[in-house]
């Protein structure tokens, strides 16, 4: 029996060495594999677990990019944006913190920092008062204000406090130093951040930059990691966009007509200043011009800058044009006569003229002096239909000018083909056909720079960041008349002032050249005419012509007869004269005669 006993016992023990190896090549097994998987989720990270969980702990805060700022010509500050932070506490992560690390970057050490340290340099950095800053920070909100406006210095102090549940969020203000002045021009933001009007909308993207942002690691528990991932990508600030505009006398036209439509009771007002010699506009003044800190404060219709938004009949100061246009195709001169009853009939339509008058001997001179419509009339028919439509178009009617501001009107200029027999007639003394402020302000700087038309201009450069201008190219110029026709209207112009009936837009010490206009102003409604556009434009000194001024007003109150925009104009050409050094005229006016010897 104990033999069999001991041969059993010997049968046994390879089984159970087997059984044991067997175990231990399961669990090697086991552990390769999940030594392998922790090598591809640690190691490898194929599946992107460990960018995953590092994407969930990155906190992301935006670091706003400064605004651009609006230029005067000189460089005065119309529009700029001042940087600014609130500090925001959630107050679940910074009540339950006793203390957390900071990494020391002198010496590169991680450090223990007591909440109550931090809280202390918090006050310190804000200038607030201790007390303050524990009320703030101590609670149940995950959101809350500790502090508005707060300079980036300041900011960047904070930040690197890093303590537990305090952030910065950038925030941008736009400030508006000169208030209303230009106000329509330079426009203003939508909720503080999108231009909605003038400048500040059509220049949003240069003028908007693009924000940076700062990207750092946080723990489940909410905490800052100090040795964490801490990513800055700096903001890229807008551009500065210099204007042509030149504040001061801009100020001084706003002024001006301002008082000049209190005065006669006029809906509104527009006065453009522009330099005959490059198109910049430096003055382009409305009425009841909005201040962009608080554009609501005036209606909706006042906001914007009507010298490029309002079209209207022009009334006689397209006699210019049509006057232009019979000396160019050599159809008449300054000096041709005419022979003028109280009123004249063609084609079963008759005209007549603001004043009465017998059958006169007039030259072409004297009826653009007089402002006839009578002989414009007359003198106009030696021009064909299509040549007339053609001339306003030469002159930009029907052409918006594109000068970086939104909502500028092209006017009304029909195809002659589409003229009544009436309609053929009035356009040539500017009823019919409608335009903009600008529109006739560009047609009279052709006449003034000899025959060459420039594009108007408002922005005159770009300023980057780091201060590198580029100036905006200005448009390819047009000639419109010849050298010779352009001096001819200049002294048709200048009779209109010294022999005609705009004596008191003249000016002592410079020759000026100047053109009334009125016409009738459609009623909102479109049913009939309610009231009367009044206008003068000029240019001085006409030894050279230097700028161009139209003074426009709609519906004055009273009898249009007895309105006169030439004092308004004398005070604002006078003021650009001097302001510019321009030198008192030298050479004899041009008296050419209003009627036939």
Known sequence: M???????????????????????????????????????????????????????????TVLPAERGSILDADGTVLANSVIRYNVVVDQRVNTKTESFKRLDEANE???DVSRDQGLDELAAALGMDKDAIREATTGDRPYYIVAKDVKPDVEDRISKLQIPGIVTEGVSKR????????????????????????????????????????????????????????????????????LTINSDLQYFAQQAIQSQTDKLGAEWGVIIVMDAKTGDLVAMADTNAPDPNDPGRVAAKDRGVRAVTAAYEPGSVTKMMTVAALIEEGKAGPLDTFTLGPS????????????????????????????????????????????????????????????????????????????????????LFGQGVSQSTLQTVRAFQSIANNGVMLQPRLIDSYIAPDGTEEKVPAAEPRRVVSDSTA?????????????????????????????????????????????????????????????????????????????????VFRSVMSQALRMYNVQPSTGEPARLPQFAK
Request: hydrophobic content about 35%; aromatic content about 6%; charged content about 20%.
């Open 175 to 242: 400030v508006y130093p000169n208030g209303s002045v230009a106000g329509g021009i330079v426009g203003f933001l939508k909720d503080g951040n999108t231009g909605q009007a003038g400048i500040e909308q059509t220049q949003d993207e240069l003028l908007r930059g693009e924000d940076g942002k700062r990207l750092f690691e946080i723990g489940a528990d909410g905490l800052r990691i100090p040795v964490g991932m801490d990513e800055l990508t700096p903001p890229e600030d807008g551009k500065d966009v210099k």
């Open 487 to 567: 001096q001819q209207v200049q002294d048709i112009l200048e009779s209109a002032v010294t022999e005609g009936q705009i004596k008191d837009a003249g000016i002592d010490g410079y020759r000026v050249g100047a053109k009334t206009g009125t016409s009738e102003s459609p009623c909102d409604d479109g049913a009939g005419y309610c009231g009367y556009t009044a206008s003068l434009v000029g240019m001085a000194p006409m030894d050279d012509p230097r700028f161009i001024v139209e003074v426009v007003l709609q519906r004055p109150k009273g009898s249009i007869y007895g309105i006169t925009n030439g004092p």
């Open 344 to 427: 004249y009939t063609v084609d079963g339509q008759t005209f007549s003229d603001s004043f009465a008058h017998g059958t006169e001997e007039r030259t072409l001179a004297g009826i653009l002096g007089y402002s006839m419509n009578t002989g414009t009339v007359m003198a106009g028919q030696r021009l064909s239909k299509q040549q007339r439509y053609e001339w306003l178009q030469k002159f930009g009617i029907g052409e918006a000018p594109d000068i970086g501001l939104p909502a500028t009107a092209s006017g009304i200029l029909a195809p002659w083909e589409q003229w009544d027999g009436r309609q053929e007639y009035t356009v």
């Open 109 to 111: 050490k991680l450090v």
């Open 2 to 60: 104990a033999q069999r006993t001991g041969k059993a016992s010997n049968s046994k023990v390879p089984n159970a060495t087997r059984r044991l190896r067997l175990g231990l090549g399961i669990m090697l097994t086991l552990l390769l594999v999940v030594g392998g998987k922790l090598f591809l989720v640690q190691g490898l990270d194929v599946g992107g677990m460990a960018a995953a969980a590092l994407n969930k702990r990155m906190t992301e």
